[in-house]
């Protein structure tokens, strides 16, 4: 039973215009959400999060949406540069108190083309 | 700063052999993880620390899969005996917990496990 879910495998975009990447979860009790980045042979590198009391969180070209009622959060990149080429993950908190450790979607591989 | 500094970065094994992954989380996080990831799939959390007492391994394959962080700092993930299954990208990360609604989550670089 996925609790995160990244629908698409992989998404191309041309340089310059926007990227947006979708994640949907299952588990209302989700907290904090956040968004990382993956080169390969790396690990996840901090991209940006929100809490579940805000909408919308902004920091530089990355803006995170959060769709409390549809349980559907997404990643605006704009505009995509091709160093943003790389494997995306969705994670989120669970409410359970501190930090708790997160779930993960399987990943959307961003492709910026040229 | 350092990161989170994890060794070895690969290592190949065969079936049935112990192996230890290390990991040094950033100076102050009291909070310790190790997830697992496979190939095309997310990470997943193995086990968490708090200081030195695991708070929650309920994802911790027991029977073959063991962790300790004796002093609160760093930490060992050993799998003893490794199966086939096993080879995938072992994780550690590191949180301070929460700091004004920001929980700091960083990762290290990961140790890819190839059983053979």
């Known amino acids: 039973d996925q609790q995160v879910k990244q629908n698409s495998p992989s998404l191309s975009v041309q340089e310059g215009r926007i990227s947006i990447l979708n994640c949907d979860y299952t588990n209302s009790m989700f907290d904090y959400f956040l968004w990382y980045k993956k080169y390969p042979a790396e690990g996840p590198t901090f991209l940006i999060s929100?809490?579940?009391?805000?909408d919308k969180n902004e920091d530089g070209r990355f803006t995170v949406f959060l769709n409390k009622s549809a349980k559907h959060l997404s990643l605006h990149i704009v505009p995509s540069q091709p160093g943003d080429s790389a494997v995306y993950f969705c994670?989120?908190?669970?409410?359970?108190?501190?930090?708790?450790?997160?779930?993960f979607g399987k990943g959307t591989h961003l492709i910026i083309q040229p | 700063e350092a990161g989170v500094v994890q060794s070895p970065r690969y290592k190949i094994i065969e079936k049935k052999q112990p192996v230890a992954f290390w990991c040094n989380p950033i100076?102050?996080?009291?909070?310790l993880y190790w997830y697992r990831q496979n190939l095309g799939q997310g990470p997943e959390l193995l086990i968490r620390y708090e200081n030195e007492e695991a708070v929650d391994d309920s994802q911790l394959p027991k029977d073959r899969f063991s962790a300790e962080r004796l002093k609160g700092v760093d930490s060992t993930l050993k799998i003893q005996p490794a199966e086939l299954g096993d080879s995938a990208v072992y994780l550690c990360a590191s949180s301070p917990g929460e700091i004004g609604n920001y929980y700091g989550y960083t990762f290290g670089s990961g140790t890819r496990l190839t059983v053979v």
């Open positions: 929100i809490s579940s009391i805000k």
């Open positions: 100076s102050g996080h009291n909070t």
């Open positions: 994670a989120a908190k669970g409410a359970g108190g501190g930090a708790d450790g997160l779930t």
